[in-house]
Structure formats: C-alpha cells, structure tokens
C-alpha cells in the first residue's frame, strides 16, 4: 500500500530507523558502537516485530542477569547494572542477545533462542542496508568497513579478538588458540596446507574422530576463496595517464574453492590476465554513472564449474542461508580514504572484471593505492594489495589533438564541434 512505501525505505527499513541512524552515525565509531546502534532500530518495536517474550514482566532482567553471569573466555559482558537501567528494556535485550551470538553462547530457553535468531537476522540487515549505506553516502572509510565488519561477525558469531578458524567445526577459542601454540598460523589456508601427521598432532587436544576431522576438512575445502589476478589503470582512448583525467580502474578477480585455489598458480593466472585486451566496448554505464561490463553473461559451463558458488556458507550459528558477496575498495595509501565509492559484487561465480572510475590527481608523478577485497559473511577472508600508477606529464601529442578542438569565443554556436543541430 502507498502508507506502507512511505514507511519503509526501498531497502525495507523503517524511515524512522533511518532517521535514527542519520543523526546518531558518526565518521569513525568502532563495531560495538555500531552494534549499540542497532540496537536503536525501531524494526525492534513490539508492534514492528515478533518478540516470543513479552516487555514488562521481568523477562529482561532475567536475560539480562543470564548474560552477566556467563563466563566468556577473554572477554565480559561490558553493560554495567547502571547503564542497563537507563537502556530501553528493548535495546538492552538485544544488547544481550547480540553478545551471545558474537561469544556463541548457548541460551538456556527455546524462546530466548528463537528471538535471538530473529534478532541477529535482522541485525545483519540493518548493519548492511541501513547503516554501511549511510556510511558510503557519507564517504566515512572507518564507519564503512567496520560496519562491514559487523556484517561479517554476526554471521559467523566471532568478535575482535577471536580466530578465523572458528569457522570450521569444532573449534572453539580456546582450543583454536591451543592448536596455534603448535601451528602459529590462525588461516584456513594454512590449516588446509598442513601434512595429516601435523594436523592430526595439532589437533589432539581435541580428541576428535576421524569422522570428525573429516567433516572440518570438508568444510575448509569448501570455503570460499577470492583472489585480484590484476589490476589495471588506464585513461580509455589513451596511451598514457595523465593529469586530470578521468581514470577508469578494472580489477579482475577470481572466485573458487579454497581446495582449487590452493592448485592455482596465481602469477601465471595473473600474467595470462594481464594480457587479455579489455575493450571499451565491453562497458556501459548505469544509472548512478558507475561502469558495468555488458558482456559478462554466465555461461552454463562457467555455473558448472563454480556450482559450489550457488551454495550457501557454511555458517551454523546464523538462520539463514547466506551466499558470499564482494566489496571491492579502492583505498589511498594510509587506508584513511575511498579513493572512489566501493563496489558491491554479487555475481561472482568464477572470473569477473570490476570498474571503478575517479579523477587522475594533477600533478605527474606515482601514485600509491591499496585495493581492499572484503567478504561481507566470511572472517578473515579480506584481501589488502599494494597498486600503483603513473601519472606522465601531457605528451605533445595529446596536446595538439586537443588543440584541434579549442573554441575561440568568436566561434559561432553553428561553428561549435558541440552545437545544436
């Protein structure tokens, strides 16, 4: 109905939510902020959704004196007594319920278990539409890849201090840590790489079955994997780059199992890239002015090859089944800036290029960038790659064909290369 679509926002979050986050959203806040922030969302309003327990009959406090009691390896539960006073009892619940899901402990009631999955599911989604789009329109590099962070730790319930290796069964923080006295690598990569006799030695604390180890490499042999096999810098229709230009960025990247990944060989991979001519042809522009190549339909044999892609995640402690999306980031040198707005890629099910475009600096000279890949539902997945490109002072030859087209003020708008027909 037309109410209902000047309620919510085309995403499906309330306008008044938005409101809310607009003016509490600052340039640089931190993932527990974010998280407090959330926890603001009017979606959490009992006539907006289904609570199993109602308000006002101590349920909270219960909740609340649960998760206080609850001894969380390496970390506490940081709502002091007073503070909970002066949260809503709505906010503070899901403070609660939030903290669990990050800590991956286990609640006592089915009631509390079934509002804390419908929490997080729609904790994801406001960090992802609600918040990080606020954060991009603003052009806040700090508040965007936390809130992307944010994204990626409650799907896979860790928090700040805790290991990649939680995302295969069976790990816990404590054991993980045990398993890097004897490895010192924390990655997936690394867990995968590892001989059957060091695994297994690394592993015997755990006191796992075969069947068990089985099923965590299972899961690591499937675990998405996204690599940059090249990145290219050009001015299109010229040779050189040169200032204040128009530079179109493509990226071209890789998606597959980390199984397949680990066989890769990335330099030949990258080389062969390398020599592959984009043409202009193969883009056209979108309705906000970004590039799109209008060539890169998926063909049955590239879905065959990359079925696993269709696939959700493996990610037990989120209702959901969830599919792995991109961020491409184009980052200055120190990190602190975009150097144009990220791009989002959901169709990533074997090889794709990705464009970005921004304005060459003015001045000749090498220019230092940092591409950043990030996973918005996998931890420890992200990518952080040095480029570079070179910024040549104007050749002769660029200037003469743009001298052909200077227009004199005499000129007559009949005379203009531009005029009106």
């Not at 970390?75 to 503070?92: G, L, P």
């Not at 730790?153 to 290796?165: C, D, R, S």
Request: glycine content about 2%.
């Amino acid at each position: 109905s037309w109410s209902a679509s000047t309620k919510y926002t085309k995403d499906n979050i309330l306008q008044s939510t938005m409101a809310v986050f607009y003016r509490e959203l600052k340039s640089k806040m931190t993932m527990k902020e974010l998280t407090e922030l959330i926890g603001q969302a009017h979606e959490f309003e009992p006539e907006n959704f289904k609570w199993s327990t109602p308000f006002g009959t101590g349920e909270t406090d219960k909740i609340f004196a649960f998760v206080k009691g609850v001894q969380v390896f390496n970390d506490k539960f940081e709502i002091s007594t007073t503070k909970q006073r002066k949260m809503s009892e709505i906010s503070t619940r899901i403070a609660c319920f939030l903290f669990c899901q990050f800590h991956r402990i286990e609640l006592p009631e089915a009631s509390w278990k079934a509002d804390q999955a419908l929490v997080v599911t729609k904790a994801v989604h406001l960090a992802s539409n609600g918040l990080l789009k606020i954060a991009l329109v603003r052009d806040w590099t700090v508040t965007t890849l936390n809130a992307m962070t944010v994204s990626q730790f409650l799907i896979q319930a860790v928090w700040e201090n805790h290991l990649p290796l939680l995302q295969l069964p069976y790990f816990t923080q404590e054991s993980a840590l045990k398993y890097m006295e004897i490895v010192k690598k924390p990655t997936i990569r690394d867990f995968l790489n590892l001989s059957d006799e060091a695994r297994s030695a690394a592993l015997s604390h755990m006191n796992l079955s075969p069947e068990q180890v089985e099923n965590m490499l299972k899961v690591a042999r499937a675990y998405p994997d996204c690599n940059v096999l090249n990145i290219d810098f050009k001015i299109l229709g010229q040779e050189e780059i040169t200032p204040e230009g128009v530079i179109t960025c493509l990226v071209k990247l890789k998606f597959s199992r980390l199984e397949d990944a680990m066989k890769l060989d990335l330099k030949k991979e990258a080389e062969k890239a390398k020599k592959e001519k984009i043409e202009i042809e193969q883009f056209a522009f979108d309705e906000d002015g970004n590039m799109v190549e209008t060539n890169n339909s998926i063909s049955s044999a590239s879905l065959a090859k990359s079925d696993f892609a269709l696939q959700p995640i493996h990610a037990p402690f989120y209702a959901m089944p969830r599919k792995p999306f991109w961020w491409v980031c184009l980052l200055s040198a120190d990190l602190q800036n975009f150097i144009c707005p990220p791009v989002l890629v959901k169709d990533l099910y074997d090889e794709k290029t990705v464009t970005m475009q921004f304005q060459t600096p003015p001045r000749p000279g090498q220019v230092q960038l940092r591409m950043m890949l990030r996973s918005d539902c996998l931890y420890g997945a992200d990518l952080l790659l040095d480029t570079k490109f070179t910024i040549q002072k104007e050749s002769k030859v660029q200037k003469v064909v743009e001298s052909e087209w200077e227009i004199s003020d005499t000129e007559s708008e009949e005379e203009s290369p531009f005029g009106s027909d």
